[in-house]
């Protein structure tokens, strides 16, 4: 009784999107967004877009919670190449898509890109998905154990060292983030800090803190992404780089002199 109550809200996706969602969870979610509406004495967004989301859902449970926006602060991950697994082509332009293997993620849209790769000039590309099996994804989960075109140029990648996923992201000419919803996108703004680039689906969240950085495609029409990984690809690793000096993210500095008032 009397306490401060902070809740930092990283995102409302299991309200906005619960075709996504494992069973059980969205109601569990909202069960805890509605006691935060209740008793939150101050709500830290991630970004400006999740905020507009909070207070849309808190503004139907009766209470929106005063607030700050404070982005997340973006580390440069130190690669280590001796965790990377072995079995990699290392003689074919490769590209990397960081993240749970759910619906939410999109990556239905690469395995539709892919096949249009395998039909155009030049070699195929691999693509590394770099993350564990996750839920309600089964047709896509079908669609890539049952291609052996596929199984040639796709390979995935479960539980990998951050050194080893930095070493492949480094490693790639771009990374690849097709996603239906994000409530921040740490890992292309990871793969920007490396010099990596980032094709992103156009999420307003990306725009909102990433800017100009990411290359924008839209996330349902494959063959254009295709068409890009193409070029990228053929123009190869070196002409692709992203020079370090201008990628400016968000620091944890800014983040808690924000949070914590700190001047």
């Given at each position: 009784?009397?306490?401060?109550?902070?809740?930092?809200?990283?995102?409302?996706i299991p309200l906005d999107h619960p075709e996504f969602q494992r069973e059980g969870r969205v109601?569990?979610?909202?069960?805890?967004?509605?006691?935060?509406?209740?008793?939150?004495?101050?709500?830290?967004?991630?970004?400006?877009?999740?905020?507009?989301?909070?207070?849309?859902?808190?503004?139907?449970?009766?209470?929106?919670?005063?607030?700050?926006?404070?982005?997340?602060?973006?580390?440069?991950?130190?690669?280590?190449?001796?965790?990377?697994?072995?079995?990699?082509?290392?003689?074919?332009?490769?590209?990397?898509?960081?993240?749970?293997?759910?619906?939410?993620?999109?990556?239905?849209?690469?395995?539709?890109?892919?096949?249009?790769?395998?039909?155009?000039?030049?070699?195929?590309?691999?693509?590394l998905l770099i993350g564990s099996r996750g839920w309600r994804n089964e047709a896509f989960l079908?669609?890539?154990?049952?291609?052996?075109?596929?199984?040639?140029?796709?390979?995935?990648?479960?539980?990998?060292?951050?050194?080893?996923?930095?070493?492949?992201?480094?490693?790639?000419?771009?990374?690849?983030?097709?996603?239906?919803?994000?409530?921040?996108?740490?890992?292309?703004?990871?793969?920007?800090?490396?010099?990596?680039?980032?094709?992103?689906?156009?999420?307003?969240?990306?725009?909102?803190?990433?800017?100009?950085?990411?290359?924008?495609?839209?996330?349902?029409?494959?063959?254009q992404w295709a068409k890009t990984i193409h070029e990228m690809a053929t123009k190869g690793w070196?002409?692709?780089?992203?020079?370090?000096?201008?990628?400016?993210?968000?620091?944890?500095?800014?983040?808690?002199?924000?949070?914590?008032?700190?001047?």
């Amino acid at each position: 009784q009397g306490a401060e109550i902070t809740v930092l809200i990283h995102d409302m996706i299991p309200l906005d999107h619960p075709e996504f969602q494992r069973e059980g969870r969205v109601e569990m979610f909202e069960a805890a967004m509605r006691r935060v509406s209740q008793s939150a004495t101050r709500v830290i967004y991630n970004s400006h877009h999740s905020r507009e989301r909070g207070a849309h859902w808190f503004g139907l449970f009766g209470r929106v919670p005063p607030c700050e926006v404070a982005h997340l602060g973006i580390d440069r991950l130190e690669p280590d190449t001796t965790e990377v697994p072995a079995g990699i082509p290392p003689d074919r332009p490769c590209f990397v898509a960081t993240g749970t293997l759910e619906g939410r993620k999109n990556h239905g849209l690469l395995l539709d890109a892919w096949t249009h790769l395998a039909k155009m000039e030049g070699q195929t590309p691999t693509l590394l998905l770099i993350g564990s099996r996750g839920w309600r994804n089964e047709a896509f989960l079908s669609r890539l154990d049952g291609s052996p075109q596929l199984a040639s140029d796709i390979f995935e990648l479960g539980g990998l060292s951050d050194g080893a996923v930095a070493a492949l992201t480094e490693r790639a000419i771009a990374a690849l983030f097709p996603s239906h919803a994000e409530g921040y996108g740490l890992p292309p703004a990871e793969a920007l800090a490396l010099g990596t680039p980032a094709l992103v689906n156009t999420l307003p969240v990306y725009r909102e803190f990433l800017g100009d950085l990411p290359v924008y495609l839209d996330g349902a029409d494959s063959y254009q992404w295709a068409k890009t990984i193409h070029e990228m690809a053929t123009k190869g690793w070196a002409e692709t780089r992203i020079p370090r000096e201008d990628v400016q993210l968000p620091t944890w500095d800014a983040h808690f002199n924000k949070v914590l008032k700190v001047t």
